[in-house]
T-cell receptor, first 112, second 113 residues
Framework: SQTIHQWPATLVQPVGSPLSLECTVEGTSNPNLYWYRQAAGRGLQLLFYSVGIGQISSEVPQNLSASRPQDRQFILSSKKLLLSDSGFYLCAWSLDPGQPQHFGDGTRLSIL | GENVEQHPSTLSVQEGDSAVIKCTYSDSASNYFPWYKQELGKRPQLIID?????GEKKDQRIAVTLNKTAKHFSLHITETQPEDSAVYFC????????????FGQGTILTVHP
């Protein structure tokens, strides 16, 4: 069966510091991969979407970036974090567009 | 792009009652509508979904109905239990936003024993 792993679970970073969050999927090949952000008490906002290695679609202008160096690895990065980057970051995968998306456990990011 | 509105934002029911959460979407080409349950601090978990070629789907105490003409879909939970308490999110995808889920703002459901 397929599993998705995200780390770290929690992260506290100072303003202006860099960021790297990692997500990996096991048990499937060529998954569609997604990064979402959830502000406290709010819905999920799609940040990035990838259908394959090196293919990244950015949904929201921001100071974050995403990369997919391997088939089942998805990385969310920032060179300089802002206070507004605080939130719950969730990685998700699906077999194909239009198929159910399954979420990882998320990373709770606090910016000080 | 797609826009999804979800109501109510909070819902409080007594154990054993039914709960209904409604969502409307804007893109008539959307064709896939999942519902997620998120417990505090946890990941969203898919509980039921429906595609545009059917009007209703049921899984034990949970059902989803879809009205394509009116562009709305609803989650129905019968015989609610305290463990049903959570935040529920609807979502939609298809058409120009194929593969990209647009989520509603969520409904906080509280089931009182």
């Amino acid at each position: 069966s397929q599993t998705i792993h995200q780390w770290p679970a929690t992260l506290v970073q100072p303003v202006g510091s860099p960021l790297s969050l990692e997500c990996t999927v096991e048990g499937t090949s060529n998954p569609n991969l997604y990064w979402y952000r959830q502000a406290a008490g709010r819905g999920l906002q799609l940040l990035f979407y990838s259908v394959g290695i090196g293919q990244i679609s950015s949904e929201v202008p921001q100071n974050l970036s995403a990369s997919r160096p391997q088939d089942r690895q998805f990385i969310l990065s920032s060179k300089k974090l802002l206070l507004s980057d605080s939130g719950f970051y969730l990685c998700a995968w699906s077999l194909d567009p239009g198929q159910p998306q399954h979420f990882g456990d998320g990373t709770r990011l606090s910016i000080l | 792009g797609e826009n999804v509105e979800q109501h109510p934002s909070t819902l409080s029911v007594q154990e054993g009652d039914s709960a209904v959460i409604k969502c409307t979407y804007s893109d008539s080409a959307s064709n896939y509508f999942p519902w997620y349950k998120q417990e505090l601090g946890k990941r969203p978990q898919l509980i039921i979904d429906i595609r545009s070629n059917v009007g209703e789907k049921k899984d034990q105490r949970i059902a989803v109905t879809l009205n394509k003409t009116a562009k709305h879909f609803s989650l129905h939970i019968t015989e609610t239990q305290p463990e049903d308490s959570a935040v529920y999110f609807c979502a939609a995808t298809g058409g120009t936003s194929y593969g990209k889920l647009t989520f509603g703002q969520g409904t906080i459901l509280t089931v009182h024993p």
